[in-house]
């Protein structure tokens, strides 16, 4: 057969030519299987994909076991994925993790949601940034321009940071108000603009940005330098933003997703609805944001619980 690091390259090489995987997933896969090759080599286990036996697969499972459920699962999907391939590929390979019971329990953590008020802040922020720039031409109103749609994309579309990075020019239908976003796996789905004022806005950023989005390669969100705007700079875009709008609660991209999603629940907005905007392939995944807020649930249990309205005396 071949050593582990022979495997990880052909693995990554069906991935990426194969399977068209993206860059995000082939960095993952690149990093927890290299991670497992050198705790091979370092215990002096042989590193080859032949001789992978449990006891091994169990030891590094030992090693990897202070990390949080969710990296040790990514990284134990990382080794299944590529087991697998080689098992479709040579007849006589046994994946060694077919046999082998694995449970990692996850803390249920609720989503980290940003108040309606907090996103008013920021609003208010950009919007007064972009009244107070010198003029139409000047770089401080481009930058002002790019912020206001780079927060009302986020909070409009519950859209992912790397989404809402990589929208191209014709993604989006200007006169409709239609988005058309690519999420994980390459699944679309098509999220609506609905209030005028943020196309009127949007509209305006387009025209201000032309030269620069063709130079970006049609990328819609784009920086100083006519490139496209990356998920880092998103994240030090907001966390720029809300510390300039006086708010102490530490503030991410996701954070608008959750929100968004938050915000429509409260609204009685069908869960299936909600799952189809934020691209979810089951409906588990959306059902976590039906928690709700202590707030929210001190208000609905002091208007609307029967027992306010017995009278016992």
Request: charge should be positive; hydrophobic fraction near 40%.
């Amino acid at each position: 057969m071949s050593s582990i690091a022979e495997a990880v390259k052909e693995f990554i090489l069906h991935c990426k030519i194969e399977k068209r995987l993206s860059e995000k997933t082939l960095k993952a896969y690149q990093t927890d299987l290299t991670q497992f090759n050198c705790f091979l080599l370092s215990n002096e286990i042989p590193a080859d994909i032949t001789t992978i036996a449990k006891p091994a697969l169990r030891k590094y499972l030992e090693s990897i076991s202070h990390l949080k459920p969710k990296s040790v699962k990514r990284k134990i999907a990382s080794l299944k994925a590529m087991f697998n391939f080689f098992e479709f590929e040579e007849e006589s390979f046994v994946n060694p993790l077919r046999k082998m019971k694995i449970r990692i329990k996850d803390a249920r953590v609720l989503p980290k949601t940003i108040s309606l008020r907090d996103i008013a802040k920021i609003l208010r922020l950009v919007y007064r940034q972009k009244k107070s720039s010198c003029s139409d031409d000047s770089f401080s109103f481009f930058e002002a321009m790019r912020n206001i749609v780079v927060v009302e994309l986020l909070f409009s579309t519950g859209g992912r940071v790397s989404e809402i990075a990589n929208l191209k020019d014709s993604d989006i239908n200007l006169k409709t108000g239609d988005i058309l976003i690519t999420g994980k796996g390459g699944k679309q789905r098509i999220i609506q603009l609905c209030n005028e004022e943020q196309l009127f806005l949007l509209r305006t950023y387009r025209g201000l940005c032309e030269k620069r989005i063709r130079h970006s390669g049609n990328y819609f969100l784009v920086n100083k330098f006519s490139n496209k705007m990356s998920d880092q700079s998103i994240r030090l875009l907001v966390r720029k933003l809300y510390k300039q709008a006086g708010i102490k609660k530490h503030i991410t991209p996701h954070m608008f997703r959750h929100s968004f999603a938050t915000l429509l629940l409260e609204r009685n907005v069908d869960i299936k609805y909600i799952q189809e905007m934020l691209g979810h392939s089951s409906i588990m995944t959306t059902q976590i944001y039906t928690h709700v807020n202590k707030q929210r649930q001190r208000a609905l249990l002091k208007s609307r619980h029967p027992r306010g309205t017995l009278k016992l005396a």
